[in-house]
């Protein structure tokens, strides 16, 4: 592979009927790259808990993905009310999501520690009533 | 055990129309309706036993390669879930049991076989 992949996509507020079709997206890609099951699932795992964030918490956003032959690159962006607190954001088991979102089985708290634990690469910009940008790097090697 | 086994031993049903899907193999059984919780869990090949029915369910079960869905205590499932599984190649299953005798019934039988 000596082209990079970019792909773009739109991730709408509160939508569950697309919430995870980006990651789907890349994951498949990623799968007819022949990229090895370890990494798929690590990559499938950091970007489905950064988009479903955008979702829920974010008011919707976007995701920007770049692949080349060494790593898969992905930013996902909203400009929703930003995280106060990030550090204790971070902290398994926090969680604001409200009753209507925990119902669907959200809001264990574990979006972020996932994210943390699968990218090789996590870095997270945040500003209050600005929005959120996760970037999330995983490397094939 | 394969999918067709499974179903046959247990009398699952099937709620998606899967019948390409069910020589896909079981290798495990996971049961939690925490969904973050089950994406960081799931192994590959497990029937993941879980009380939600929404679309979520779907792209969990697909991202973390499940080999099914299991919906335990007959609880009934939206058909747009189904319909949605159905795209995404998930099978569900669905059956008169709890999610602990479910799991139970399974990882006894892996472990017998291995
Ligand atoms: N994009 C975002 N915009 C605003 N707040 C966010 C965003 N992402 C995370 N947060 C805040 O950080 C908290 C923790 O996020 P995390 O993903 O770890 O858990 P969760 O989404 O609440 O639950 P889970 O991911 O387990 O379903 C959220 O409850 C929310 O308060
Ligand atoms: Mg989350």
Redesign the interface.
């Known amino acids: 592979m000596s082209t990079k992949i970019i792909r773009d996509y739109i991730i709408p507020a509160d939508d569950?009927?697309v919430?995870?079709e980006a990651?789907?997206d890349v994951?498949k890609i990623l799968s007819q790259l022949g990229v090895s099951?370890n990494i798929l699932?690590r990559t499938?795992?950091a970007m489905?808990?950064a988009e479903?964030n955008a979702v829920i918490h974010g008011h919707g956003g976007k995701a920007h993905v770049e692949i080349d032959e060494n790593k898969v690159f992905i930013v996902i962006s909203d400009e929703g009310p930003g995280i106060e607190d990030l550090e204790l954001a971070m902290q398994e088991g926090y969680s604001t999501a409200p009753d209507s979102i925990r119902e669907?089985?959200?809001?264990?708290?574990?979006?972020l520690s996932?994210m943390k634990?699968?990218a090789d690469l996590l870095e997270i910009d945040t500003q209050v009533n600005k929005g959120t940008t996760v970037y999330i790097t995983v490397y094939f090697q | 055990m394969t999918l067709a086994n499974l179903i046959d031993k247990y009398g699952f049903k099937v709620l998606t129309n899967s019948n390409e899907y069910l020589s896909r193999t079981v290798t495990g059984a996971y049961a939690c309706?925490?969904?973050?919780?089950?994406?960081?869990k799931l192994n590959?090949g497990d029937a993941w036993v879980?009380v939600?029915t929404?679309?979520?369910?779907v792209?969990?079960a697909?991202?973390?390669?499940a080999a099914c869905v299991i919906i335990p205590e007959d609880i009934e499932v939206e058909q747009?879930t189904i319909s949605r599984a159905e795209e995404?190649g998930v099978v569900i299953l669905s059956g008169s049991a709890s999610s602990a005798e479910i799991c139970y019934e399974i990882l006894s039988e892996l472990r017998k076989t291995v």
Do not use: W
Not at chain 2, 54 to 57: R, T
């Open positions: 569950f009927a919430a995870g990651s789907s994951r099951p699932k499938s795992i489905y808990e479903i669907m089985g959200f809001g264990a708290g574990m979006g996932n634990k699968h | 309706d925490l969904l973050s919780h089950a994406m960081a590959m879980t939600h929404n679309l979520n369910v792209a969990v697909s991202l973390a390669e747009q995404k």
